[in-house]
């Protein structure tokens, strides 16, 4: 069983950074594609940013393109968030997840295992 434990939300300025950080309990971490999705209050989750197992691809959702970063570190089993610009439509509670794919995926289907949760509010 896999257990991702997030850190590093809370309330941002607009135009304010945040980075979120999404830490994996097991060592296979490193094979497999780790992902962010983030739901609003009202709205469906959705698809933030993804990652390939060895953090030579990424993908992202057209709402954070060019303002938010998705990393990893296998060695730290760790996958980061960097959001930078952030706005106010950019609160929600965010996920991580890991994949059962070593690619990127969008789908949530495609992601088995999932993180607490964390709430970003941006708010001035």
């Known amino acids: 069983q896999v257990q991702l434990v997030q850190s590093g939300g809370g309330l941002v300025q607009p135009g304010g950074p945040l980075r979120l950080s999404c830490a994996a309990s097991a060592r296979s971490f490193s094979s497999y594609g780790m992902g962010w999705f983030r739901q609003a209050p009202g709205k469906r989750r959705e698809f933030v940013a993804a990652?390939?197992?060895?953090?030579?691809?990424?993908y992202y959702a057209d709402s954070v393109q060019g303002r938010f970063t998705i990393s990893r570190d296998n060695a730290k089993n760790t996958v980061y968030l960097q959001m930078n610009s952030l706005k106010t439509e950019d609160t929600a509670v965010y996920y991580c997840a890991q994949s059962k794919f070593s690619t990127v995926a969008t789908m949530e289907q495609s992601y088995n295992y999932w993180g607490q949760g964390t709430q970003v509010t941006i708010s001035s």
């Open positions: 990652i390939r197992w060895d953090g030579s691809s990424t």
